[in-house]
């Protein structure tokens, strides 16, 4: 039997993926070829990006294709949002390749409100704040580094980057293009009166391309390297907005949350809520497949639990908080098992999950531990009391978040459908279903690997529409239901 194989690379804050995928029986059916690392490195003093070593990975993935005998037809790349490189006229990197954890955009929100203030902001790009969103990283470069943005010929945001290694096309994607707070939610193109007038330089922003959209062929370097052609098509590569696409449930009464390091809860717009009551309740309209907005609440998700999970590991002390618990390699420190003895603890104290203090702290642990104390509750000891605490401050995080899409909207959602990693937290599952009073439906768990090769499928007329893509993947995979 003849298969069309399409390659979707998935890249995380984390971790990466490469997944295959085929239709089989009316089904879509996928296997994972290849997964790498990913993180932050630490470069004087700041956190940034290896690319070069993001795309070796890349590489490699598509190397086993090849050596599988399962060379895809297309294949596209989705990451985080945010990030980007600028290329001088030689295309190559100028400066570091920022991380949007790093701390160098401090105070870039007080000088980017000597210009335009943050209430005028949001009613013009409909974007929530948040102090790593590109649109202050540029500012801290023309504060910091101005000699880099005079250089600079291209931007392009991560994902656009590597699809440009691949193929030699530059071409600036659309849902990833609406994180960086500089694209008009009306005309859907780059903000350019705004631009202008932050002083960034106009040449570095393009037209923008929609999902769906070819790139081109891979080049003939990289073809020699795996083996093989394909075609690069775009994905919404924003991870958010590939995995909004396998949502399978086509109601427009249901809300979503993608849960992954972030935990992004919200629904579907047909057109962006620039209102001050959204811009007060801190959500965000970014653009989709299709040009549907997904209006949403960044909250801080699995980044906490994956944060102490490594403190764990690594043997935190966690009853002194200055040395290595003795008996930390004995312990069990999965996903799974944090989630399931979190539930059988009594502790009942709530943080702010939402809160800057959880961005990016030296100890997630000792940040916990500190709230706790700051507010008057049990401070939590244990690994299993930590967990509890942050499963149940990330329900506490939903409802609120519900409630206040209810409010905004004016509309009444039954039920909550969670897709990606966190979809198998069947602790945080139930927390979410009573907290809120809403039926959860969590799955699939590949959802961003799977919206990405939606695109694709699309793109090649597999599936007439989204509905009928998302009617497939509900077939597909199915989900399980908490009430």
């Keep these: 039997m003849n298969i069309k194989y399409y390659l979707a690379v998935d890249i995380g804050a984390s971790s990466g993926r490469h997944i295959l995928s085929w239709i089989e029986d009316g089904k879509i059916k996928y296997e994972e070829i290849h997964r790498f690392y990913n993180g932050m490195d630490d470069e004087g003093g700041h956190k940034v990006w290896d690319t070069g070593r993001l795309f070796e990975e890349i590489l490699t993935g598509m ?201 992004l809860f919200g629904c579907e717009l047909e057109k962006a809520n620039t209102s001050e009551t959204a811009r007060s309740a801190n959500f965000t309209n970014e653009g989709g497949y299709d040009h549907r907005y997904r209006f949403l609440k960044n909250i801080m998700g699995l980044w906490m639990i994956q944060s102490v999970k490594k403190e764990f590991e690594a043997g935190y002390n966690y009853t002194s908080g200055d040395g290595c618990s003795d008996n930390a390699e004995a312990a069990d420190y999965s996903f799974a098992n944090l989630c399931a003895r979190a539930e059988k603890e009594t502790i009942d104290s709530i943080v702010d999950a939402n809160s800057e203090l959880f961005l990016a702290p030296k100890s997630m642990i000792r940040a916990i531990q500190d709230e706790c104390y700051r507010t008057g509750q049990p401070v939590p000891v244990t690994p299993w009391e930590i967990s509890r605490v942050i499963y149940r401050s990330l329900a506490a995080c939903y409802k609120q978040a519900a409630e206040e899409i209810e409010e905004i909207t004016g509309k009444h959602f039954d039920s909550i459908n969670i897709v990606g990693g966190g979809s198998n937290a069947e602790y945080l599952n139930k927390l979410t279903a009573g907290a809120t009073g809403k039926t959860i439906y969590a799955g699939p768990s590949e959802a961003t690997a799977i919206g990405n090769i939606g695109a694709q499928m699309l793109s090649d007329r597999t599936f007439a529409d989204l509905n009928a893509f998302r009617q497939c993947v509900f077939s597909s995979f199915g989900v399980k239901e908490f009430k």
């Design 63 to 263: 190397k086993k294709c090849h050596e599988m005998g399962k060379a895809p037809a297309s294949m596209g790349i989705d990451t985080w949002g945010v990030d980007y490189v600028l290329l001088d006229k030689n295309d190559n990197i100028i400066g570091s390749t920022y991380a949007y954890r790093d701390s160098r955009t401090d105070g870039m929100d007080d000088e980017l409100y000597k210009i335009i203030s943050e209430k005028d902001l949001y009613a013009r790009t409909g974007i929530q704040k948040a102090i790593f969103n590109t649109i202050y990283q540029l500012m801290a470069c023309k504060t910091k580094e101005p000699e880099n943005l005079e250089k600079a010929e291209s931007l392009l945001m991560i994902p656009d980057y590597l699809h440009f290694l691949l193929t030699g096309v530059k071409r600036q994607e659309y849902t990833n293009a609406t994180t960086t707070q500089l694209v008009n939610p009306e005309t859907n193109e780059w903000d350019i009166e705004l631009i202008e007038k932050l002083g960034f330089p106009k040449k570095l922003f393009g037209k923008l391309s929609m999902p769906g959209t070819e790139v081109g062929d891979l080049s003939k370097e990289i073809q020699e390297k795996v083996g093989f052609n394909c075609k690069v098509i775009l994905p919404a590569t924003h991870d958010t907005g590939a995995a909004v696409m396998s949502v399978p449930n086509t109601s427009e009464d249901v809300l979503y949350i993608s849960s992954g390091t972030w935990s």
